[in-house]
């Protein structure tokens, strides 16, 4: 039972239009939410978080939102530009210890220029 | 600051070898993590630590040791290699934050193959 979903594996987006990656969740005990960015033989790099207590969160041309009732959370980049491709994971944790996250399989990113 | 380091970069293991994997951080971070990417898929925890001396298991840690000697280090080994080990191994490392989640940092990765 995946516990995080990512149900597009990939998405491409046209340089300067918004990028949107969706995230779903099925345990309710979830309470904060994490979107990770990953180039090629990289390690994951932290992007940005939310906790269940708020409904979005800026930073930058990042910002995440969350929708509890649907236990929903999507990413959203705007503008997108070409150094945004790399693949996007989306991981949900009980309690503030990240380490102990639950990720997605992810979702590839193309900018296109 | 180099930040979160491993070694070797690649690995090529016969099935039923052993071999350690380096992590080293930089940062003074009391936690430490290792995690696993099969392909297309998410990381998946194997064990993590909370400081030297204190090591616990993660969701996957069938065919792994730990150890956490230093604040510094965290070695991960595999005793009996298997083809259902060949991952590529990602080591983090983070310290606790007041108000919201703690911010992890992740080494480069290990790529291993076991045949």
């Known amino acids: 039972d995946q516990q995080v979903k990512q149900n597009s594996p990939s998405l491409s987006v046209q340089e300067g239009r918004i990028s949107i990656l969706n995230c779903d969740y099925t345990n309710s005990m979830f309470d904060y939410f994490l979107w990770y960015k990953k180039y090629p033989a990289e390690g994951p790099t932290f992007l940005i978080s939310i906790s269940s207590i708020k409904d979005k969160n800026e930073d930058g041309r990042f910002t995440v939102f969350l929708n509890k009732s649907a236990k929903h959370l999507s990413l959203h980049i705007v503008p997108s530009q070409p150094g945004d491709s790399a693949v996007y994971f989306c991981?949900?944790?009980?309690?503030?210890?990240?380490?102990?996250?639950?990720f997605g399989d992810g979702t590839t990113l193309t900018v296109k220029p | 600051n180099a930040g979160v380091t491993q070694t070797p970069k690649f690995r090529i293991l016969k099935i039923g070898q052993s071999m350690t994997l380096q992590c080293t951080q930089d940062?003074?971070?009391?936690?430490m993590y290792w995690y696993r990417q099969d392909p297309g898929m998410g990381l998946k925890l194997i064990y993590y630590s909370v400081g030297a001396g204190i090591t616990d298991k993660g969701e996957v840690p069938n065919g792994y040791n730990v150890s956490r000697s230093t604040t510094e280090d965290f070695p991960l080994r595999l005793e009996l290699a298997a083809p259902s080990q060949t991952s590529v191994y990602f080591c983090?490392?983070?310290?606790?934050?007041?108000?919201?989640?703690?911010?992890?940092?992740f080494g480069p990765g290990t790529r291993l193959t076991v045949l």
């Open positions: 940062m003074n971070h009391n936690y």
């Open positions: 983090a490392s983070s310290t606790p934050t007041s108000g919201g989640t703690d911010t992890q940092y």
């Open positions: 991981a949900a944790s009980r309690g503030a210890n990240a380490g102990k996250s639950t």
